[in-house]
């Protein structure tokens, strides 16, 4: 494992942060932002040479993401992504929408016009993500456009628990981008600004669901995991600006 393993560009060590608590941050958001890959080991040598840490924080982190589920302890002393079959991928969607929706929902009354342009400021910038093509970037941009929704209500109770299902699905976001261009032909961000706009709770919570259910590929979950097995998250093409013209057209 070497130093360029994993892209942290988009993290900064807090001031006064301690090394077990950056170093939690810092592997959360590399399984969060698709990093670690469908199979991958991880070595506590390994993460503390990358992060210039002693063994220590390393495996106090390993330990807090493998209680939060998105790490495995292996009888042999490995830590793994932990498997995924099609029951245990239905059953984090169904979850992820069902917590969404209602965290859309909940702060539909809070949207200030500031919030709304916020929204279209992080949906920009993930289009751009989309030219690169830059799937960090586009990863982190969808969650920072979503977690822009939901933080709009001054007690977002569900982000925890969103945040926590995210983590869990983090190995296969790579691989549900790379399926993008079959399944996700409407943009559903365009979808839930217009919501938002017209104060329509009914359509933003319809938006939030085929968004969700487009985004993973959702009638492909099979085909989704046998990619995941096969470990093919390194050189997958991701879509492009060719995609983001077409998609365009669907506003």
């Given at each position: 494992?070497?130093?360029?393993?994993?892209?942290?560009?988009?993290?900064?060590?807090?001031?006064?942060?301690?090394?077990?608590?950056?170093?939690?941050?810092?592997?959360?958001?590399?399984?969060?932002?698709?990093?670690?890959?469908?199979?991958?080991?991880l070595t506590i040598r390994g993460i503390a040479q990358m992060l210039d840490v002693s063994?220590?924080?390393?495996?106090?982190?390993?330990?807090?993401?493998?209680?939060?589920?998105?790490?495995?302890?292996?009888?042999?002393?490995?830590?793994?992504?932990?498997?995924?079959?099609?029951?245990?991928?239905?059953?984090?969607?169904?979850?992820?929408?069902?917590?969404?929706?209602?965290?859309?929902?909940?702060?539909?009354?809070y949207v200030t016009d500031e919030r709304l342009e916020l929204l279209r400021e992080l949906?920009?910038?993930?289009?751009?993500?989309?030219?690169?093509?830059?799937?960090?970037?586009?990863?982190?941009?969808?969650?920072?456009?979503?977690?822009?929704?939901?933080?709009?209500?001054?007690?977002?109770?569900?982000?925890?628990?969103?945040?926590?299902?995210?983590?869990?699905?983090?190995?296969?976001?790579?691989?549900?981008?790379?399926?993008?261009?079959?399944?996700?032909?409407?943009?559903?961000?365009?979808?839930?600004?217009?919501?938002?706009?017209?104060?329509?709770?009914?359509?933003?919570?319809?938006?939030?669901?085929?968004?969700?259910?487009?985004?993973?590929?959702?009638?492909?979950?099979?085909?989704?995991?046998?990619?995941?097995?096969?470990?093919?998250?390194?050189?997958?093409?991701?879509?492009?600006?060719?995609?983001?013209?077409?998609?365009?057209?669907?506003?």
């Open positions: 494992m070497s130093k360029n393993d994993f892209n942290f560009d988009w993290l900064d060590r807090v001031d006064n942060e301690t090394a077990q608590e950056w170093v939690y941050r810092a592997l959360r958001f590399a399984v969060m932002s698709g990093q670690v890959q469908p199979g991958r080991a063994a220590m924080p390393v495996r106090e982190a390993l330990r807090r993401l493998t209680s939060e589920g998105a790490l495995e302890l292996k009888s042999n002393r490995r830590i793994m992504v932990p498997d995924l079959t099609p029951a245990k991928l239905a059953e984090l969607l169904e979850l992820r929408i069902m917590l969404e929706v209602h965290a859309a929902e909940r702060a539909l009354p949906n920009e910038e993930q289009n751009q993500a989309f030219e690169g093509p830059d799937a960090q970037g586009i990863i982190l941009g969808n969650q920072a456009f979503h977690r822009a929704l939901y933080l709009a209500h001054p007690h977002p109770v569900t982000m925890p628990m969103i945040e926590r299902v995210w983590l869990q699905l983090g190995p296969l976001h790579r691989l549900a981008l790379a399926n993008l261009e079959k399944h996700y032909v409407t943009d559903r961000h365009v979808e839930i600004m217009k919501a938002i706009e017209t104060r329509n709770p009914f359509g933003l919570k319809a938006a939030i669901e085929a968004d969700i259910r487009d985004g993973a590929g959702y009638m492909t979950q099979t085909e989704l995991l046998e990619r995941y097995t096969r470990d093919e998250a390194e050189n997958l093409v991701m879509p492009g600006k060719a995609y983001m013209r077409q998609l365009a057209k669907t506003v």
